[in-house]
């Protein structure tokens, strides 16, 4: 098969996270015979100092005449005073719009040498935490209209939470087909005691489950929800909802693991190419970027969900994780990782650590 692929290796630790990822997907395709086609593209902070654009227009040619993208990290402290036109975010937004993605999915769950740094109490981990954000990405706030004016009170600004049919039905469809690959459940989640748009959200996901009959649909409060979440990580496995209680629940989520950087995200459009990312798009502590201290687990878990969603390549995707759980079950992990006190762990580089994975992969 041909994988085309875009990379925009992004800001902070980025660069450093996509090269290992790029070497196991070299790995990836003279193993099973894949034709591979990297094309490195010039966006978000790199974007904005050499050509004035978090995504100028060559970045998003090449994205879209790609099969899939993959992006390393996105913003910058040194960046979030500049006009929101000239911030990465505004960058990765337009990639969005550009690539018409409508769905982003977070897979998170706990890996068992590493459960020790979630900041649940063992008896919580030890009844599992293995769930599946699906976040709308087309709709709500973060893709309305921005205003900023003066009004009777001075300085105003809104945005507002805009639905439609044709935006929650192609987020529920893809959140359907995910539930039906696992426990046949999906939890839907709203604020439809209180909004418009929510009533609107869950009458399309009710209307998506008539089509399948086999899922069990159950619907909730996104507030009640993060409480639950806390407390009985262990009933929840897919989970669907929209994009700004999407952008909240799944960091919540993937928080309750402790290990946030060793998590993938897809984002995913009904026929164009895909966008791959870490599902931490910001290392929280900039002092540690540029000193191979980061875990590419995150990353290189982008490329495996990359060959699963882009390309079908579902014994590809597993290589990887299998590749991934063991380097993690030897007991290797990154700085970033180890400072926080884990006992009889070994802390390798950003670059080592990729390179054990691939051989894992190799041997596999
Ligand atoms: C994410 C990020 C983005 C979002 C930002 C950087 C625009 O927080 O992917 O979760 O809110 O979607
Ligand atoms: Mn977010």
């Not at 990836?28 to 978090?54: D, F, M, N, W």
């Not at 009533?199 to 993060?226: C, F, N």
């Amino acid at each position: 098969m041909k994988l085309n692929i875009a990379v925009i290796p992004g800001d902070g630790a980025g660069p450093e996270m996509v090269l290992p990822a790029l070497d196991i997907l070299r790995i990836i395709s003279r193993r099973y015979g894949h034709i591979l086609k990297l094309t490195e593209v010039t966006a978000c902070g790199k974007g904005i100092e050499e050509q004035g654009s978090p995504l100028p227009e060559e970045a998003q040619r090449v994205c879209l005449a790609s099969d899939a993208v993959l992006l390393g990290n996105v913003g910058l402290k040194k960046y979030q005073d500049n006009p929101f036109h000239l911030r990465p975010e505004y960058g990765l937004l337009k990639l969005r719009r550009c690539l018409k993605v409508t769905t982003n999915i977070r897979p998170v769950r706990l890996y068992a040498p590493l459960c020790s740094l979630s900041p649940l109490k063992k008896e919580v981990t030890e009844r599992g935490l293995d769930l599946i954000f699906v976040r709308d990405i087309a709709g709500g706030v973060l893709c309305s209209e921005q205003v900023r004016q003066v009004g009777e009170h001075g300085a105003e600004a809104y945005e507002y939470e805009y639905y439609n049919v044709d935006i929650v039905w192609d987020t529920a469809k893809i959140a359907f087909e995910i539930a039906g690959a696992r426990k046949k459940k999906l939890l839907s989640l709203d604020k439809a005691n209180v909004l418009e748009s929510s009533r609107l959200w869950r009458k399309t996901v009710t209307q998506m489950g008539e089509h399948y009959p086999g899922i069990q649909l159950s619907h909730g409060y996104i507030d009640s929800a993060a409480l639950k979440l806390v407390t009985h990580p262990e009933e929840f496995d897919v989970v669907v909802t929209s994009n700004l209680f999407g952008d909240i629940i799944s960091d919540e989520g993937t928080g309750l693991t402790g290990t946030p950087g060793l998590y993938a995200s897809a984002e995913l459009s009904v026929k164009g190419p895909g966008l791959y990312t870490p599902n931490q798009l910001h290392h929280p502590d900039e002092t540690m970027i540029g000193k191979q201290m980061v875990c590419p687990v995150g990353m290189i878990a982008a490329v495996a969900l990359m060959l699963r969603c882009s390309f079908g390549l579902e014994e590809e995707a597993e290589a990887v994780e299998k590749g991934i759980e063991q380097v993690l079950e030897e007991g290797y992990v990154t700085a970033d990782l180890a400072e926080k006190n884990l006992e009889k762990k070994q802390v390798v580089g950003t670059a080592v650590m990729g390179e054990m994975i691939a051989r894992k992969i190799k041997e596999g």
